[in-house]
RNA sequence: AGGGGUGUCGCCAAGCGGUAAGGCACUGGAUUUUGAUUCCAGCAUUCGUAAGUUCGAAUCUUGCCACCCCUGCCA
């Protein structure tokens, strides 16, 4: 037994004290019907960290018993997803591997006299289920001998029937407070083509019956879930205990991850992809794993926010600058550095001739301290906005004889600018200072600022795109499809790049650029950078 | 209205009868060849609220208030 940090670990850690349980078994549950968002992603974490803290196990579960809104497409972005945050799975599980099984059970049921075949529509069931405070009415087929249940349900299951005209109910209280106890249905007839089982069946289990049995039939021992399912509980458990789970899996329920400004529903995210808002699912804007991943969003950082948020049970909403944080301490411990200018300015050094290789840390929070050699000339590109012709007080950049150290090599001072017609400025003209080279800098001056640059010859042209997130309107109320995009935010920049960023793995060299945390992360230096990034500047207009 | 939950700093969140952890955010100040990072300091006399029990309560009891979920043959 470890020490528990959440409440899930204090139960846990209870049952295990107790002799309750002797090993943890979770599993990841997703309805293959999307794909998998931030959200899923405190789930799994919760899930298969009970794994590897108790050293248990954890399943990937399917839970397709929906077939009309399920694909082999979702199943296998889901189960990619799963391997970039990193985890692994015991056992990859389907719903629909057990439908035998629940289709047994639910004869048991039967031959147990719980259950009974309902002739009742949809709305008849609807209407006779009562409301909140008003009991419901037993249905006149609730009293059907077991024989006779037994043969409709055999019927059902081969085709008898019409989808909608008949259902399996389980016999519980009509009368009950929990609505979700009110004779509640657990299969239905639908003829309706299933991803994986094909056309086999024409009935189908409902979740709150075919959960509590695949959990069992798995071995799971702790089934958790979102606060929404804690009604079904006792549903839940009314079918281990009747069917004679032993042990009984344990339900579980936490409170669900609410970012602030993230649209979470999948609902909403699917019409977003089918519209053609987004460019799909892997959009950088969306809140999708696979969105967040382009985005250039380290699995780390993000299993890392999950793990600080902590678990609970009260509704609450993370402010997405936690989020960033997360992802900016990782980045900044572990991005490798390069310069690049995004609206490129150009700097002609006037004494100086020829050029020289210089040495660039890669990354100053490794301990190997890892250089690269960069090359200086007479002529580089600075960031124009790392120049200012009439600098606000303490500008510590570049102005007219300012002097400004250029990161990683000398010391430069502006001599003289030469202006576009519209009046701004076209070229520098500075003189740099031999003895104030990088690491032995003799010249005694005081350079306030530290500027990136990029040498004019062998500096490549980029384009960085900028993406905001997909953002929640105050309306939004679920039902409402209108345009919703944080369009503006999508901005790109044109600029100039050390070649090294494109000779080295062009993915991870982007992965900073693309998430835009330049501002700490340091792509760029001086005021340029809270002016292009930061995501949360996105948020707070 | 019936049932099920939840209320601790702007946002998460520890705490489980012995006198309010931590993180994010924010505010000062120091270091810094990334105005980043790092660093140090500050940031709830109070735990939805009102009573009660107790030497002692965020923790126990009771009443009240607020918010979330539930009337799919979705999950």
Redesign the pocket.
């Known amino acids: 037994m470890t020490e ?4 899930i670990e ?1 139960i846990i850690n209870d049952e295990l004290s107790t002799g309750k349980v002797n090993a943890v078994q979770t599993r990841f ?3 293959p ?1 999307g794909y998998l968002h931030i959200g899923h992603a405190k789930s799994l974490c919760i899930n298969f960290g009970m794994k590897d803290k108790y050293n248990g196990k954890c399943n990937l579960f399917l ?4 077939p ?2 399920e694909k082999e497409e979702f199943v296998e972005a889901i189960k990619k997803d799963i391997e970039w945050l990193g985890f692994e799975w015991d056992k990859i599980t389907y ?1 629909s591997d057990y439908y035998d099984d629940i289709y047994a059970f639910a004869e048991k049921e039967i031959m147990l006299g719980n259950a009974f075949v ?5 709305e ?3 209407k006779n ?5 008003e009991a419901g009415k037993e249905s006149p087929y609730r009293n059907r001998t077991v024989e006779e249940n037994l043969k409709l349900f055999r019927e059902m299951r081969d085709g008898k029937y019409a ?5 399996l109910r389980v016999k519980i209280d009509m009368a009950s ?4 106890m009110r004779d ?2 657990i299969y ?3 003829r309706e083509h299933h991803y994986r089982a094909g056309d086999k069946w024409c009935i ?5 019956f ?2 509590p049995i695949c959990d069992y039939m798995q071995g799971v021992t702790h089934s958790i879930c979102t ?7 006792p549903l839940y458990d009314w079918v281990g205990i009747t069917l004679g789970f032993n042990p009984k899996p344990r339900q579980i ?1 936490f ?1 669900r991850l ?1 970012v ?1 400004n993230l649209v979470m529903s999948k609902r909403y995210l699917k019409k977003l992809v089918e519209d053609g808002s987004v460019d799909g699912w892997d959009d950088p804007r969306m809140p999708t794993l696979t969105g967040l991943r382009n985005r250039g969003v380290p699995a780390e950082a993000l299993k890392d926010f999950c793990a ?12 997405i ?2 989020l ?3 992802i ?2 990782y980045l ?1 411990i572990h991005a490798e ?1 390069a310069m690049a200018v995004l609206k490129p300015l150009k700097v002609t050094i006037t004494n100086y001739e020829g050029s020289e290789e210089l040495d660039f ?1 890669i ?3 490794d301990e190997n301290k890892p250089t690269r050699k960069i090359t200086f000339s007479k002529n580089i590109y600075i960031d124009a906005d790392d120049f200012s012709l009439c600098p606000p007080p ?4 570049l102005k007219i004889d300012g002097v400004v ?1 250029l ?3 000398y010391i430069i001072k502006c001599d003289e600018v030469i202006y576009n017609e519209d009046g701004t400025a076209k070229e520098l003209l500075c003189s740099y200072y031999p003895d ?6 003799t010249s005694g001056i005081k ?6 640059w990029v040498n004019a010859e062998d500096a490549v042209d980029i384009k960085i795109r900028k993406y905001g997130y997909l953002l929640k309107d105050e309306e939004y109320s679920g039902q409402d499809f209108s345009e919703r995009m944080n369009k503006e935010s999508v901005t790109e920049f044109n600029g100039k790049v050390e070649p090294y960023f494109m000779t080295a793995d062009e993915n991870k060299a982007f992965q900073f650029l693309r998430t835009g945390y330049f ?9 340029i ?1 809270s002016e292009i990034v930061s995501l949360k500047d996105n948020f707070n207009k």
């Open positions: 528990a940090t959440n409440f204090q549950p997703p309805e019907n839970d397709d018993t929906n009309s809104k719903a309902c002739d009742m529509t949809p008849e069931i609807s289920r009562g409301t909140l405070t989808d909608g005209s008949k259902c407070p929990n609505i979700n509640p249905v239905r007839i639908l189908y289990p409902m979740y709150d075919a959960h606060l929404e399912f804690e009604d079904h509980r329920e409170a609410n602030t600080r948020i902590g678990v609970a049970k009260a509704n609450s909403e993370v402010q600058s936690y960033e944080a997360c900016r301490e900044n550095r840390d990354n100053p929070n303490k500008y510590h950049r150290r990161k990683n090599a104030s080279k990088s690491g032995s800098d350079a306030k600022g530290v500027i990136q501002k700490k992360l340091t792509i760029k230096s001086g005021e950078a």
